[in-house]
Nanobody
Framework: VQLVESGGGLVQPGGSLRLSCAAS????????MAWYRQAPGKEREWVAT???????NYVDSLKGRFTISRDNAKNTMYLQMNGLKPEDTAVYYC?????????WGQGTQVTVSS
């Protein structure tokens, strides 16, 4: 299983970005997937999870601004981020566990700055 994130970049405060996580190999489409992020000097933190059936769950602090979704036919998960703030600056990672083995993507950098 390989996870590849894309869609990061530099955005001004209040702007939006849509991250993608493309999964290769069998398994991801039938398992829960998640987004994590790691800001400079901080620990990696959970952002959101989406079940194989499409049910989302979010960290409370991001509810209403971030939306997680997936397209199982494309083996791809998304994170729509609106109203971005400087404190959202981080490397964003996608994650899944298949048969007790954890898989991480390489991460995509999101920088929110004017």
């Amino acid at each position: 299983v390989q996870l590849v994130e894309s869609g990061g970049g530099l955005v001004q405060p209040g702007g939006s970005l849509r991250l993608s996580c493309a999964a290769s190999g069998s398994g991801p489409s039938t398992h829960d997937m998640a987004w994590y992020r790691q800001a400079p000097g901080k620990e990696r933190e959970w952002v959101a999870t989406i079940t194989s059936g499409g049910s989302p769950n979010y960290v409370d602090s991001l509810k209403g601004r971030f939306t997680i979704s997936r397209d199982n036919a494309k083996n791809t998960m998304y994170l729509q981020m609106n109203g971005l703030k400087p404190e959202d600056t981080a490397v964003y990672y996608c994650y899944t566990v298949i048969q007790l083995q954890a898989f991480w993507g390489q991460g995509t950098q999101v920088t929110v700055s004017s």
